[in-house]
């Protein structure tokens, strides 16, 4: 059984929409030569018209692609480093992602937008290492967040094919994932639809993105004393707040681990939502990172600002004695 | 190509469209007001004149004559205006969004500069499906200094892409005169790029209509973007929130001198008189049609407030729950 990467998982969805749909192009930087891995065989196969490399102009090519979506395309744009994001909040979350609306339903905007390394690759520093999802979750761009090789295949098919803007955030966490995969059953994901990657019954775990390993890896450790359930919500905007329900009904203890800040973070929209709708039978935790914080570049600071798989295990027992 | 009697009804149909328009502002028909194009008409008319009706254009702000001149239905663009489930955007998008795809209108644009791009990615994408469909970007002269503009017109340049950029230079950026904002030359900054750009009179429709119509021709044959400066004046307000907020900018001399050249007159007067006095009676009867169907429109629903938020009807939660 091949072992896929989680790298190849996004390349062999890009490649498959591309031989299935013509209107599928990608866009970005340095993606002829594959920079980052995603795009490698592309533009052999499929041409510099549809691998179109891009001169250093994010917010001009960003609102190129709206443009051709307008008009049929689909395209897919990659991002090399997620803070380049900030520099075309404007053209996704403003134009983008509001033509719908504003046009009473008359144009569609089919953009994929993929980050292939999104958070800390450690020593990358202040301007290269933020997670901003819970941005755009907040502004309602529908963003998902893989934490496995399949799901990485699986959200960028649906990605691809949805017919409004989606982001893909790909952590730098998880990207060195590896898994054995059988070519012949890959296939899409649907957005809003969470996976439990472990069954309990004393609290359940929502981890994002590359966390879900480290939740694992808790949950492991702790299984002679408190059963965990690991929910990873894969998408979160739109959430699947029945998933977590469900899984609330059963353990009734929630923890979150989330990579982004903590003010305003999706962390803390989980907490808020399970408190109002959902049973709880002991008060919820959350780790994140800290409010407002910026990665610093030594490599003992960056990691003093990550949700560690420690603080995990402390908000997992403390939640548990309640 | 549009002939001068076509271009005559544009002009004058935009004129008592807007005239109405402000009209129905202070009196509350329409909501949040809007920004007149009123002595600019002249550029709407002449470069939608040299366009095909699959053609497609970004408008702005300002945005009511491209709309009106490239084939919108009047009526329906002013139930949008005053927020009806009839009006082109069922009332979603307003004065700053009108939108009419089925005749090439992809949205008027409230963030200066920002549609430049997206015409520039939809001319691309015409020319890569083999179509020989042209976009046009229109945009004020305080856009020159966006810098997703300058970097739309590389992109344009590096693509030979089918698409006409359309300054439409009335002086003033909102408040700020032209020459307090603006380093350098206007057509400068597309020539920088390689791109072909000259200065027209965006007073006369026929001049701006030859203009486009040979930047068209360019488009169409492959030979890439055109940049035309069109020195306009406008005559109004920058939006209707002047006739309360005042703010002074510019003398009575001025606007005088600025309305002396009249985009109506002067295609006007090129039209022999009774054709003329016929299409205003038209253009009367028509826009008395437009008020009395948007007098009639029902105003949206409220429960479908976020209607068409997404193309596949997600419907996030409600803010109550």
Request: glycine share 10%; net charge negative.
């Amino acid at each position: 059984m091949p072992n896929m990467s989680f790298l190849r998982g996004l390349n062999r969805a890009l490649g498959d929409e591309m031989e299935r749909d013509p209107a599928v192009c990608v866009f970005g930087e340095d993606i002829g030569v594959a920079v980052s891995n995603v795009t490698i065989g592309l533009l052999k196969r499929f041409g510099p018209e549809r691998v179109v490399d891009m001169p250093i102009s994010e917010q001009g090519f960003t609102s190129v692609a709206t443009g051709a979506a307008m008009a049929g395309a689909r395209p897919v744009i990659e991002f090399q480093i997620p803070s380049l994001l900030y520099l075309v909040f404007e053209q996704i979350a403003n134009q983008a992602h509001k033509f719908s609306l504003m046009t009473g339903g008359q144009l569609k905007v089919p953009v994929t937008y993929l980050l292939p390394s999104s958070g800390s690759r450690t020593g990358w520093a202040g301007q290269h290492s933020d997670h901003p999802y819970s941005l755009f979750a907040h502004v309602g761009i529908k963003t998902v967040v893989p934490a496995t090789p399949t799901d990485a295949y699986g959200l960028m098919i649906t990605a691809i094919r949805d017919d409004d803007p989606v982001i893909v955030f790909a952590p730098a966490g998880a990207v060195a994932q590896r898994e054995d995969v059988d070519y012949d059953t890959l296939g899409p994901v649907p957005l809003g639809v969470g996976r439990l990657h472990r069954q309990g019954t004393d609290v359940t775990v929502v981890a994002v993105g590359h966390l879900v390993h480290d939740a694992i890896a808790v949950a492991d450790e702790l299984a002679d004393t408190i059963s965990v359930e690991v929910f990873d919500p894969r998408s979160l905007y739109p959430f699947d707040w029945d998933g977590l329900a469900a899984s609330l009904e059963r353990t009734g203890r929630l923890v979150v681990i989330d990579d982004s800040n903590r003010t305003c973070g999706i962390g803390g929209e989980i907490l808020a939502t399970a408190a109002e709708e959902m049973r709880l039978t002991a008060p919820p935790k959350r780790v994140t990172r800290p409010d407002g914080a910026v990665l610093p570049f030594a490599r003992s600071l960056d990691l003093a600002v990550q949700p560690s798989r420690a603080q995990l295990r402390t908000a997992i027992e403390a939640v548990v004695k309640n | 190509m549009a002939d001068s009697t076509e271009l005559y009804r544009c002009v004058r149909l935009i004129r008592r469209f807007e005239e109405r328009a402000i009209a129905m502002v202070r009196s509350g028909v329409i909501p949040g007001g809007i920004h007149p194009y009123i002595g600019q008409e002249a550029i709407a008319a002449g470069v939608c004149g040299a366009l095909r009706s699959d053609d497609i254009i970004t408008s702005t702000h300002r945005g009511h004559g491209h709309v009106l001149a490239k084939g919108a239905d009047p009526i329906r663009m002013l139930a949008e205006l005053a927020g009806r489930e009839t009006g082109l955007n069922r009332g979603r998008g307003g004065s700053m969004h009108a939108a009419d795809v089925g005749v090439g209108i992809y949205g008027a644009n409230a963030i200066v500069g920002a549609a430049a791009a997206i015409a520039t990615g939809a001319a691309w994408w015409q020319r890569r499906a083999g179509n020989d469909r042209v976009a046009v970007t229109f945009f004020g002269d305080g856009a020159v200094n966006q810098g997703v503009l300058l970097e739309a017109l590389n992109l344009a340049s590096l693509w030979h892409a089918p698409v006409l950029f359309i300054c439409e230079n009335n002086g003033f950026a909102t408040t700020m005169r032209v020459n307090e904002s603006t380093a350098g030359s206007i057509t400068g900054r597309a020539e920088a790029f390689g791109i072909p750009a000259e200065t027209v009179d965006g007073m006369d429709p026929e001049v701006v209509l030859a203009a486009a119509s040979a930047a068209v021709d360019r488009a169409r044959a492959g030979d890439g973007p055109t940049f035309l400066e069109c020195l306009t004046y406008r005559f109004d307000a920058h939006h209707t929130w002047e006739h309360v907020a005042r703010p002074r900018y510019r003398t009575a001399d001025e606007v005088a001198a600025g309305t002396v050249r009249d985009p109506v007159e002067i295609q006007g007067e090129r039209v022999p008189e009774p054709v003329r006095a016929e299409i205003d009676a038209e253009i009367e009867a028509l826009l008395d049609e437009a008020e009395r169907f948007t007098a009639d429109s029902p105003e949206p629903d409220p429960a479908g407030a976020l209607d068409y938020l997404y193309a596949d009807g997600l419907r996030g939660r409600a803010g109550v729950s």
